[in-house]
């Protein structure tokens, strides 16, 4: 089969998010970019019951359910007499997909997300590419293959690049042969639609690299576990040269 030949990947549809849906959703979404931005800071209350009820033309039942989500994911904290405040960020659930996906790439904590989910990945990822390397099956291996393939940082949508870097990197968790590795797809898929816009808009003149996903995939096909791991690695220290620049761009 030829490049040229490949079929299109496509993003899932349902990995990324564990809310309710209908107006609880359309709440706890707005609510939830609202705290990632700082409209809300972190230690004020945001607005009560009364004012969010006609604000997005919901029940208060809706209001309460939303609150309740926002709660459980580590970002409101409400009490008697307290009111509902925003939590400290260190106590937001960072490896929730939705948490992850509220951040924009002017979001006030993008830096440090990306710098710190960079450092988590070296420490998993390139370890899941040796199991790959392993324990793949022959359809994985082709998967994988295929996905660094699809990744042309020069002529893709930028959809479609993340469609084919997140089959990439999920197809690695799932050939691990490990459930609980395989069950971090979610937060990948998150990271990659956070990483793409914010690592662009921070350093444009970094590209993702077509080149290092093929030699990771060229490792998994060729069974070398040692070289798999070395190469993910290599590709993880670009994004961590891009965690560096961002930090000193916005000072």
């Excluded at 309740?68 to 490896?95: I, P």
């Excluded at 990271?191 to 290092?212: C, H, I, M, W």
Aim: with cysteine; proline share 5%; net charge negative.
């Amino acid at each position: 089969m030829t490049e040229h030949s490949l079929t299109a990947f496509a993003l899932p549809e349902g990995v990324l998010s564990s809310l309710p849906s209908g107006s609880v959703k359309v709440v706890v979404d707005e609510l939830g970019r609202r705290i990632a931005d700082q409209v809300y800071p972190v230690g004020e209350t945001i607005p009560m019951e009364s004012e969010l009820i006609p604000l997005f033309g919901v029940s208060r039942t809706v209001v309460r359910e939303a609150i309740k989500v926002l709660t459980a994911k580590g970002m409101l904290r409400t009490a008697r007499r307290y009111g509902t405040r925003v939590c400290a960020f260190e106590n937001w659930h960072l490896l929730d997909p939705d948490v992850i996906r509220w951040h924009g790439p002017n979001s006030p904590m993008s830096s440090r997300i990306y710098a710190e989910s960079t450092e988590m990945r070296c420490i998993f990822e390139p370890q899941a590419a040796g199991l790959a390397a392993i324990n793949a099956t022959d359809e994985q291996r082709q998967t994988i293959l295929l996905a660094a393939r699809h990744i042309r940082p020069d002529d893709a949508q930028p959809d479609q690049m993340i469609a084919a870097d997140f089959a990439f990197h999920a197809t690695i968790l799932d050939a691990t042969g490990n459930i609980m590795l395989s069950q971090l797809q979610g937060l990948i898929l998150a990271l990659l639609q956070f990483s793409y816009p914010t690592g662009a808009s921070a350093v444009p003149d970094e590209k993702v690299s077509r080149r290092n996903h093929i030699a990771v995939a060229e490792c998994i096909m060729a069974r070398d576990a040692e070289g798999a791991r070395d190469k993910m690695q290599a590709m993880l220290n670009q994004n961590q040269i891009v965690a560096e620049k961002m930090v000193l761009r916005r000072g």
